[in-house]
């Protein structure tokens, strides 16, 4: 989750290391070196994961808050760190992405259908549809199909599910409270809550998006990149 990459112990990024993949939860991130080992690390309340972080070699990671995951180059699923409702105990099978909200984690199979392990509600997918691509926040989903169209489920106490379906997009970035999608013209679209400023979408065109807690960030399509939401010491005030 990007916002919490600004806690302590949180940017004790390994050197030297280059990644081509990286994920965050509560105080510790997990990258994935050029190689495909994973690189975990964080401060002294997330030790289980740095200490259980495993030497398999992995094409993807996932995570949610407390625990990450990994598809190995076989395409099996490994979690490792904190279990507090079976999230590190994967079904056996194939998948090509994997992704997780609070107590649970999710893989999409070859057939792009969608199945989880773990804490079953209120985060759970629609069962047996295809999809395109899928993100979860903490309690909440969206998944788009081929054409682009969305599909949402969960949590709704912000206005999180309430995307414009009317739209066509690109992917689809779930935080705590809000998620934001690209639209086919690589511009930003965000709904749910906006107490950080996270719907405050800056200008594009973007070619990819990652939602945090209170923030989102996008990357341009000259590489820059760009975030709008709790951003700063200011912004992230909720006196």
């Given at each position: 989750?990007?916002?919490?990459?600004?806690?302590?112990?949180?940017?004790?990024?390994?050197?030297?290391?280059?990644?081509?993949?990286?994920?965050?939860g509560w105080?510790?991130?997990?990258?994935?070196?050029?190689?495909?080992?994973?690189?975990?690390?964080?401060?002294?309340?997330?030790?289980?994961?740095?200490?259980?972080?495993?030497?398999?070699?992995?094409?993807?990671?996932?995570?949610?808050?407390?625990t990450p995951?990994?598809?190995?180059?076989?395409?099996?699923?490994?979690?490792?760190?904190?279990?507090?409702?079976?999230?590190?105990?994967?079904?056996?099978?194939?998948?090509?992405?994997?992704?997780?909200?609070?107590?649970?984690?999710?893989?999409?199979?070859?057939?792009?259908?969608?199945?989880?392990?773990?804490?079953?509600?209120?985060?759970?997918?629609?069962?047996?549809?295809?999809?395109?691509?899928?993100?979860?926040?903490?309690?909440?989903?969206?998944?788009?199909?081929?054409?682009?169209?969305?599909?949402?489920?969960?949590?709704?106490?912000?206005?999180?599910?309430?995307?414009?379906?009317?739209?066509?997009?690109?992917?689809?970035?779930?935080?705590?409270?809000?998620?934001?999608?690209?639209?086919?013209h690589g511009?930003?679209?965000?709904?749910?809550?906006?107490?950080?400023?996270?719907?405050?979408?800056?200008?594009?065109?973007?070619?990819?998006?990652?939602?945090?807690?209170?923030?989102?960030?996008?990357?341009?399509?000259?590489?820059?990149?760009?975030?709008?939401?709790?951003?700063?010491?200011?912004?992230?005030?909720?006196?």
């Amino acid at each position: 989750m990007l916002d919490n990459i600004a806690d302590e112990g949180h940017t004790d990024v390994p050197a030297g290391v280059e990644f081509v993949d990286i994920v965050s939860g509560w105080k510790w991130s997990c990258g994935l070196d050029t190689d495909g080992i994973a690189n975990c690390w964080g401060d002294e309340v997330t030790t289980s994961i740095v200490a259980k972080t495993p030497d398999d070699r992995f094409v993807k990671l996932g995570a949610n808050v407390t625990t990450p995951c990994g598809i190995r180059e076989d395409g099996t699923a490994l979690c490792w760190g904190p279990d507090f409702e079976g999230e590190t105990e994967p079904h056996a099978g194939v998948y090509i992405d994997i992704d997780g909200p609070t107590g649970m984690f999710c893989g999409m199979k070859p057939d792009h259908t969608i199945e989880c392990w773990g804490w079953d509600e209120p985060a759970a997918p629609p069962v047996g549809v295809a999809f395109a691509s899928f993100d979860m926040s903490s309690h909440a989903g969206c998944a788009l199909s081929k054409d682009g169209r969305p599909t949402c489920w969960g949590d709704n106490s912000y206005g999180q599910l309430d995307i414009p379906d009317e739209g066509i997009y690109t992917q689809i970035a779930m935080g705590g409270q809000h998620g934001c999608a690209l639209d086919r013209h690589g511009e930003a679209i965000c709904w749910g809550s906006n107490r950080f400023g996270q719907l405050d979408a800056l200008q594009g065109p973007f070619v990819q998006l990652g939602s945090g807690m209170r923030a989102t960030c996008g990357i341009r399509r000259d590489g820059d990149v760009v975030c709008w939401g709790c951003v700063d010491d200011d912004y992230c005030d909720i006196d």
